[in-house]
């Protein structure tokens, strides 16, 4: 696949709610598909799904189970196409072991936010350093009130926040990853103007 070397991760775990406390969202079975078909579309690697609770973990390795073995896979071939590009893993660690083991490389990790910080990059410079193909990337798309500050001030890469033509600023993760893997992968776009 053409960005095998670029995975992409939804963390439910660490994320903040409203008042920038550490807690652990809870998985929607909107997220499932409404970010593998985007991997699948643009050709990732893989989705990790950042879960580390049993039962959540228990819910979504039933759902990858009926896309890939039971009558889902035999119901939407193209659904169970993209499901297999599905891992739940505990923690970002794991989610960074397990491209380890894929592709031999610790991955460069690239933040998402709705702010700016020094490390933050345009589309184009993130687009420009993927397709060398010189390095390993993992997507970290944050979910309540958004991945801790701490742990988006360790990314390798920032991308610039997505913003409209006024002042809200509140998409959901779904939304964001379909933006944002567009911006970066997308055949039919112009370069110059993102």
Same mark, same amino acid.
């Given at each position: 696949?053409?960005?095998?070397?670029? +995975?992409? @991760?939804?963390?439910?775990?660490?994320?903040?709610?409203?008042? *920038?406390?550490?807690? #652990?969202? %809870?998985?929607? &079975?909107?997220?499932?598909?409404?970010?593998?078909?985007?991997?699948?579309?643009?050709?990732?690697?893989?989705?990790?799904?950042?879960?580390?609770?049993?039962?959540?973990?228990?819910?979504?390795?039933?759902?990858?189970?009926?896309?890939?073995?039971? +009558?889902? @896979?035999?119901?939407?071939?193209?659904?169970?196409?993209?499901? *297999?590009?599905?891992? #739940?893993? %505990?923690?970002? &660690?794991?989610?960074?072991?397990?491209?380890?083991?894929?592709?031999?490389?610790?991955?460069?990790?690239?933040?998402?936010?709705?702010?700016?910080?020094?490390?933050?990059?345009?589309?184009?410079?993130?687009?420009?350093?993927?397709?060398?193909?010189?390095?390993?990337?993992?997507?970290?798309?944050?979910?309540?009130?958004?991945?801790?500050?701490?742990? #988006?001030? %360790?990314?390798?890469?920032?991308?610039?926040?997505?913003?409209?033509?006024?002042?809200?600023?509140?998409?959901?993760?779904?939304?964001?990853?379909?933006?944002?893997?567009?911006?970066?992968?997308?055949?039919?776009?112009?370069?110059?103007?993102?």
């Amino acid at each position: 696949m053409e960005n095998s070397h670029v +995975f992409i @991760s939804v963390v439910h775990y660490p994320a903040v709610n409203k008042d *920038k406390k550490w807690v #652990v969202t %809870s998985f929607t &079975t909107l997220d499932f598909h409404d970010v593998a078909r985007p991997a699948r579309t643009y050709e990732l690697g893989g989705y990790f799904i950042v879960q580390p609770l049993k039962s959540q973990q228990f819910v979504i390795n039933e759902q990858i189970k009926y896309w890939l073995e039971g +009558f889902g @896979s035999r119901f939407n071939p193209r659904r169970s196409d993209a499901a *297999k590009l599905v891992k #739940v893993v %505990s923690s970002i &660690t794991e989610a960074v072991k397990s491209i380890e083991k894929i592709t031999g490389k610790t991955p460069k990790l690239i933040g998402t936010s709705a702010k700016k910080y020094p490390q933050t990059v345009t589309y184009s410079e993130m687009r420009s350093k993927i397709e060398k193909k010189e390095d390993v990337y993992l997507i970290l798309m944050g979910t309540g009130w958004g991945m801790p500050e701490e742990l #988006v001030k %360790s990314c390798d890469y920032i991308l610039e926040p997505i913003q409209g033509p006024g002042e809200y600023n509140h998409l959901s993760v779904r939304n964001a990853v379909a933006i944002i893997l567009d911006r970066l992968f997308s055949v039919n776009r112009d370069l110059e103007s993102l």
